[in-house]
T-cell receptor, first 112, second 113 residues
């Protein structure tokens, strides 16, 4: 049972465009939703995170939109740059032991 | 990098041999985790620890054991390695006073031949 579903699997965007990655979850006990960015050969790095009492959070070019009633959240990357090319994972945390449940990842390629 | 060091970073081993991966942290965090990453599966939790000698299973714990005899070290052991355990293994820690922020190490690449 996949608790966090992520789409698309891969995404190609032109430089300056908007990249959008979507995630959906089932478990209503989740109460924290981080996004991680991973470059080849590196560990996942925390990019931005949101709690369900907030509908949107913005940090620089990165924005999370959160729809609690639909149990969906998304990452928007504005003015996408070639340096943003990486794999992005959405995740969710809930419960007393703070276990992360990940989506399967989106490989983003930003063409120059 | 939240003070996480994984070792070894790369290892090739033979089927049936035991393997231990080490995760070392320098900041006295209580929660530590082991994940494996495989194409098409994302990152999956193997085991986690919420204190010295306190550990529990994650979603893919079969074939793995862990130990945490001191706060700074969390060991992952493959008792008898199999080819299906060829993967990249990531250690993670939850930092104190930062909500649910979880940081990852740089990974250990394990190949079982």
């Amino acid at each position: 049972q996949q608790q966090v579903k992520q789409s698309p699997q891969s995404l190609i965007v032109q430089k300056g465009g908007i990249s959008i990655i979507n995630c959906a979850y089932e478990n209503t006990a989740f109460d924290y939703f981080p996004w991680y960015q991973q470059f080849p050969g590196k560990g996942p790095a925390l990019l931005i995170a949101i709690r369900p009492d907030v509908s949107e959070k913005k940090e620089g070019r990165f924005t999370i939109s959160f729809n609690k009633s639909a149990k969906q959240f998304s990452l928007h990357i504005m003015d996408s740059q070639p340096g943003d090319s990486a794999t992005y994972f959405c995740a969710a945390i809930g419960g007393s032991n703070y276990k992360l449940t990940f989506g399967k990842g989106t490989l983003l390629t930003v063409n120059p | 990098d939240a003070g996480i060091t994984q070792s070894p970073r790369h290892k090739v081993t033979e089927t049936g041999t035991p393997v231990t991966l080490r995760c070392h942290q320098t900041e006295n965090h209580r929660y530590m985790y082991w994940y494996r990453q495989d194409p098409g599966h994302g990152l999956r939790l193997i085991h986690y620890s919420y204190g010295v000698k306190d550990t529990d299973k994650g979603e893919v714990s079969d074939g793995y054991s862990v130990s945490r005899s001191k706060t700074e070290d969390f060991l992952l052991t493959l008792e008898s390695a199999t080819s299906s355990q060829t993967s990249v293994y990531f250690c993670a820690i939850r930092t104190r006073g930062s909500g649910n922020t979880i940081y990852f190490g740089e990974g250990s690449w394990l190949t079982v031949v």
